[in-house]
């Protein structure tokens, strides 16, 4: 008898805001879609930069993640079906962030995101959770769901700061939700090659966490940064540029 498949599904968690977080959950999307895979992302954040990124209205849909979480609406009439091609999304707006007040008192918060996607693991290869810049009940609930967490960080000063609390919060999780969540990998985005401070931020990270860093490095780009304002990923926004190129690097490390 076939085994069903059952998708990997990452969290893309940092509780800092502006590291690229919705800009590397839209184009790892696109480039492992690009290698025929299924997958399925999730816009956890209530700013909705991730939905607003693959071209869908925020503030027109009508049914989001925040039905599946509050109501018993059911997930599939929520997502919107190939907002680029072999890509689905279960779009957000600002509606989310009363989400969090609402579920006070509701029993078995945390685990609300994973029992409504349990079905869904068998129908996508990938499931991509982008998640609010905050440790804050959206967050684990990713992560509950999570078979593991990528965790982008910007090449600045400060990228350091508030990791370990992340990491923190990985292993709470893990010991008392998930016990299968693990550290996907960290990465590093807006890299500009010119500046001897992201190079000292790459070293720096690397010597407190060297084995769960990825080569691949997303440098600091022009057509990454503008890709979201047309609803397109690079992949078909600018296909051969390095930002490009580099999320695809990402996608093989991914892959594995």
Do not use: W
């Not at 085994?3 to 790892?28: D, P, Y």
């Not at 925040?66 to 890509?87: A, G, M, P, T």
């Not at 609402?102 to 499931?127: A, M, S």
Request: charged fraction near 25%.
């Amino acid at each position: 008898m076939k085994k069903e498949r059952m998708s990997r599904t990452i969290a893309i968690a940092n509780q800092k805001g502006g590291v690229g977080k919705s800009t590397t959950t839209i184009n790892l999307a696109a480039c492992l879609a690009e290698r025929n895979k299924k997958v399925l992302v999730i816009d956890s954040d209530p700013q909705g930069n991730t939905t607003s990124g693959f071209g869908v209205d925020k503030n027109e849909i009508e049914e989001t993640i925040y039905d599946v979480l509050i109501s018993d609406v059911d997930i599939k009439d929520c997502i919107v079906e190939n907002v680029v091609k072999n890509v689905d999304l279960l779009p957000s707006n600002v509606d989310l962030s009363a989400a969090e007040i609402e579920l006070i008192g509701v029993k078995e918060k945390e685990f609300i995101l994973e029992q409504k996607t349990r079905e869904l693991r068998t129908v996508y290869d990938y499931i991509l959770i982008d998640c609010p810049p905050s440790l804050s009940l959206l967050t684990v609930n990713a992560m509950t769901t999570a078979d593991s967490v990528l965790v982008p960080i910007q090449c600045e000063y400060y990228a350091l700061e508030g990791l370990s609390q992340l990491i923190h919060t990985v292993n709470l999780v893990r010991e008392r939700l998930n016990e299968r969540l693990d550290i996907e990998g960290i990465v590093f985005t807006m890299y500009d090659s010119r500046t001897n401070l992201s190079q000292q931020v790459v070293e720096n990270v690397k010597q407190h966490l060297g084995d769960d860093i990825y080569t691949t490095i997303i440098p600091r780009s022009i057509r990454l940064a503008e890709a979201p304002s047309y609803g397109q990923p690079i992949t078909i926004y600018d296909a051969k540029s390095s930002g490009a190129e580099a999320y695809r690097k990402l996608a093989d490390a991914v892959e594995g």
